[in-house]
């Protein structure tokens, strides 16, 4: 056998070190209360060795002492809690006519959050928006924005992680922009970018109707339609991360109205947001005296007043969402479908033609092992853009310098 240099044992403990530390804090973060005797026995170091690092992390003000559990007998052991506000992440969601912006502690908790509307045809009036709204949130998160560690930005359209140019979005109608850098210069951060469904289906992942799955499929039903998977526990991204366009999926040779993207029989230029209302203007004539909504708003006045108009498009719209998802969980097999995004106010309406098409076209082993269910995240998007920028922040050594 090799004998191994000093240094490199050195190195090696250095990052045995390093991953304890980070051990011990992410034990504190998702466990806490939570005691030194405790952590000891879940991760199996020695109780000297927990005391040290906990003591490091209480030096820079990450971890406090929150009172101590009843006593069984002996000392009463004191528990330990991270102190959640000493730092905290941006997290942003962009969407066609606004851009949430919000600011979330070392829990991925929304300590504040504002929505913005803006033209978004334009980044950098969209960036300048972000970056001038900071100040007043950072205020009201009691979270300073020196302790602004990082920032998370979910966006629908083709993104490029690894050279942060958001490549195309139809919906925003962006082209190459190099949205990381111009982020990044603003915020004076590092900024990190994933495509929103994606964003979402690790939200929920990590804080929703995922937990305990490996397997998952986040569809988002809009304005624009598209997947976030995660497969054996990770973002399935594909080459370049661009996988799960499904919203350009071709779904018909013929039908539906021109999508976003030019072309005809997408699936999102049959159900997405748009494409509704225009399905509802050209069948009107059938249903003489009904009223045409307009708007996401009006559809949802509609629905409450059983418009006959709104209840047959929705059927149709019901059908052709069946089709997309008897087709992905052909493709993928995850454990559970989550529905999320605007027209999800209307699953009432459009489940019973959905669940038709299910029944009728998705193979019985796939069925009787695929839950389909709607998000009860309020924005999973923004979650999962906090979510991402906040691993970056607790995968290292030192959160903070040391806290005065
Ligand atoms: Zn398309």
């Known amino acids: 056998m090799a004998v191994r240099s000093l240094k490199e044992v050195s190195g090696n403990s250095q990052v045995m070190k390093v991953r304890n530390k980070i051990l011990v804090r992410n034990l ?7 005691s030194r005797n405790k952590i000891a026995k879940i991760t199996g170091l020695s109780p000297s060795t927990v005391t040290g690092i906990v003591r490091e992390l209480m030096d820079e003000g990450i971890v406090w002492e929150v009172g101590s559990d ?3 007998g002996g000392r009463k052991p004191v528990n330990l809690a991270i102190k959640s506000e000493a730092a905290g992440v941006v997290g942003m969601r962009l969407q066609q006519g606004y851009v949430v912006v919000g600011i979330m502690d070392l829990n991925n908790e929304v300590r504040a959050q504002r929505r913005l509307a803006i033209d978004t045809s334009r980044p950098e009036k969209v ?8 100040p007043e949130l950072s205020l009201e998160a009691n979270i300073p924005l020196d302790r602004c560690l990082r920032a998370g930005l979910a966006s629908p359209g083709l993104i490029n992680i690894e050279t942060g140019i958001l490549e195309r979005s139809v919906n925003l109608g962006w082209q190459n922009v190099p949205i990381r850098y111009m982020l990044e210069q603003a915020l004076g951060m590092p900024v990190y970018l994933e495509n929103v469904s994606n964003a979402a289906v690790l939200a929920h992942q990590l804080y929703g109707q995922g937990i305990g799955h490996s397997n998952m499929i ?3 039903l809009s304005v624009g339609i598209s997947a976030g998977v995660i497969m054996n526990g990770e973002i399935f991204g594909g080459k370049g991360g661009y996988a799960c366009e499904v919203g350009h999926m071709a779904v018909s040779t ?34 003489k005296g009904a009223t045409v909504p307009a708007s996401l708003e009006e559809m949802v006045i509609e629905v409450e007043n059983g418009n006959p108009l709104v209840a047959a498009v929705l059927e ?7 089709i ?13 479908v989550i529905l999320g995004g605007e027209l ?11 669940h038709q098409v299910l029944v009728q076209r998705m193979l019985p082993e796939f069925r009787s092992r695929t839950q389909i269910v709607v998000s009860e995240m309020l924005d999973p998007g923004l979650i999962g853009a906090g979510a991402i920028a906040l691993q970056h922040v607790l995968n290292k050594e030192t959160i903070l310098e040391q806290v005065p």
């Open 28 to 34: 504190i973060r998702t466990e806490s209360p939570i």
């Open 70 to 72: 009843a006593s069984t």
């Open 127 to 134: 960036v300048r928006l972000i970056s001038n709204s900071l």
């Open 218 to 220: 986040y569809l988002t």
């Open 254 to 287: 013929a039908d539906g109205f021109v999508c976003n993207c030019g072309n005809k029989g997408c699936l999102e230029g049959l159900c997405g947001l748009k494409n509704i209302l225009k399905l509802m203007t050209s069948y009107s004539s059938r249903f």
């Open 316 to 322: 149709e719209i019901g059908a052709w969402l069946g």
């Open 324 to 336: 997309a998802i008897v087709n992905l969980v052909h493709l993928f097999h995850p454990d559970v």
């Open 344 to 354: 999800t106010l209307f699953y009432e309406r459009l489940a019973k033609s959905m």
